[in-house]
């Protein structure tokens, strides 16, 4: 009776989304209740092409579909096969046909997609002059690349002002050229967002010859810009990630590439003298006047082996040598009397090396450097005595 009955196999429904499960099958299962029921609802994975969005607890939406019993609990249940935000259902029906009508036209064709560049000195960013959008942008850029010029155009983002105050936005920066362009804002409802889904911002940011990420709303959001820009980010954050490169970064390929083209310089520097000797060596092969100039060689690197050995033996030698003569010079009496000693002697020449050796009036010889002389014994002090003895 379900399946004959036509008005059961195509019901719109409205209700509030509660006990809502993604099954690992694709499948989502839910349930729709108002004030006046409750009815079990499934939307197969086949079906999921009508579902524009991710269905959550106590949304109020518009379920299609057909009504149909489910034998194995003897139950019946909504089968959907598309299903629309109550409420704000115009707006994505609006969104919907003018995304088909720009893809038909080519304007979402990766064709059309410029590349972004890698490494920019001038970044526009076209978004309101307040909110987070902007500082995240701002931060994130100062942080990967404090050299980086932002050129900030402070658009309309909401409200009937909006579309036009973009537009103006994406061309002013456009005559400005900039490197790369992030248009976006924070996150909304689709209402707050809905300029970045009019036909003339999309228009703008396709016409555009400079380089445009989209980064409106959050990660879940979705607009008409997305598909026209040349790269979306799913953040402003995310698009200042990808608009700047990290300075570190930059840095560290530098120096790769260097020590890769260093490497690859001695490499090839490498292969070529192996090449030119082996080359050589296969001409004196087959030589005989080649074999000679081996033997040769062979010869005279055995006499400069001997000659190596020989100096170094020299050397070594000498090395000795010298160290023997400052043993020697450390032992000379004559090195002591050049260094401003002296040496002191009674008549008989024996060295005078205490007091207890000497009287006043006894006579010595001290003998320096450069001769030596006759003295007479004056005053004997004694250490810590304090006092002389005598004197005369």
């Known amino acids: 009776?379900?399946?004959?009955?036509?008005?059961?196999?195509?019901?719109?429904?409205?209700?509030?989304?509660?006990?809502?499960?993604?099954?690992?099958?694709?499948?989502?299962?839910?349930?729709?209740?108002?004030?006046?029921?409750?009815?079990?609802?499934?939307?197969?994975?086949?079906?999921?092409?009508?579902?524009?969005?991710?269905?959550?607890?106590?949304?109020?939406?518009?379920?299609?579909?057909?009504?149909?019993?489910?034998?194995k609990e003897g139950k019946y249940q909504l089968y959907a096969r598309q299903i629309k935000l109550a409420g704000s259902g115009l707006l994505y029906e609006k969104f919907e046909q003018l995304k088909r009508e720009l893809a038909e036209s080519g304007m979402f064709s990766k064709e059309y997609k410029q590349p972004i560049p890698k490494y920019i000195r001038t970044l526009g960013v076209v978004t309101a002059d307040t909110g987070a959008a902007v500082r995240d942008i701002i931060q994130i850029t100062r942080r990967r690349n404090p050299y980086i010029q932002i050129v900030l155009y402070p658009a309309i983002v909401q409200g009937e002002a909006a579309v036009p105050s973009i537009v103006r936005g994406i061309r002013a920066l456009e005559r400005l050229g900039v490197d790369v362009m992030i248009v976006g804002r924070g996150g909304g409802s689709i209402e707050d967002l809905w300029a970045f889904n009019e036909r003339e911002v999309a228009q703008a940011v396709f016409d555009c010859s400079v380089p445009v990420i989209s980064a409106v709303g959050h990660e879940t959001d979705t607009t008409i810009i997305d598909f026209v820009s040349d790269l979306?980010?799913?953040?402003?954050?995310?698009?200042?990630?990808?608009?700047?490169?990290?300075?570190?970064?930059?840095?560290?390929?530098?120096?790769?590439?260097?020590?890769?083209?260093?490497?690859?310089?001695?490499?090839?520097l490498k292969d070529s003298r192996m090449t030119v000797k082996?080359?050589?060596?296969?001409?004196?092969?087959?030589?005989?006047?080649?074999?000679?100039?081996?033997?040769?060689?062979?010869?005279?690197?055995?006499?400069?082996?001997?000659?190596?050995?020989?100096?170094?033996?020299?050397?070594?030698?000498?090395?000795?040598?010298?160290?023997?003569?400052?043993?020697?010079?450390?032992?000379?009496?004559?090195?002591?009397?050049?260094?401003?000693?002296?040496?002191?002697?009674?008549?008989?020449?024996?060295?005078?090396?205490?007091?207890?050796?000497?009287?006043?009036?006894?006579?010595?010889?001290?003998?320096?450097?450069?001769?030596?002389?006759?003295?007479?014994?004056?005053?004997?002090?004694?250490?810590?005595?304090?006092?002389?003895e005598s004197q005369v």
Do not use: W
């Open 1 to 71: 009776m379900f399946t004959q009955d036509y008005l059961l196999q195509s019901l719109l429904v409205r209700g509030e989304v509660s006990n809502c499960k993604y099954h690992a099958s694709g499948h989502i299962y839910f349930t729709l209740k108002d004030p006046g029921g409750v009815v079990n609802c499934v939307m197969f994975a086949g079906n999921r092409a009508g579902l524009s969005f991710r269905l959550a607890e106590g949304q109020q939406v518009i379920v299609g579909g057909a009504v149909d019993v489910y034998a």
């Open 232 to 268: 979306r980010a799913p953040t402003p954050s995310a698009a200042a990630e990808l608009a700047v490169a990290d300075i570190r970064e930059i840095l560290n390929e530098l120096e790769e590439y260097r020590r890769k083209l260093q490497q690859g310089i001695q490499r090839r």
């Open 278 to 388: 082996q080359a050589e060596l296969q001409l004196k092969a087959f030589s005989p006047a080649g074999r000679i100039r081996e033997k040769k060689m062979g010869l005279l690197g055995m006499e400069e082996q001997l000659q190596n050995r020989m100096n170094r033996l020299l050397q070594e030698k000498r090395h000795e040598l010298e160290l023997h003569i400052q043993r020697l010079k450390g032992l000379s009496p004559l090195e002591k009397l050049s260094s401003g000693y002296s040496y002191v002697s009674d008549r008989e020449g024996r060295n005078i090396r205490s007091v207890e050796q000497v009287e006043p009036g006894q006579q010595v010889t001290v003998r320096v450097k450069d001769g030596s002389f006759e003295a007479s014994v004056g005053a004997i002090s004694r250490s810590g005595a304090g006092k002389q």
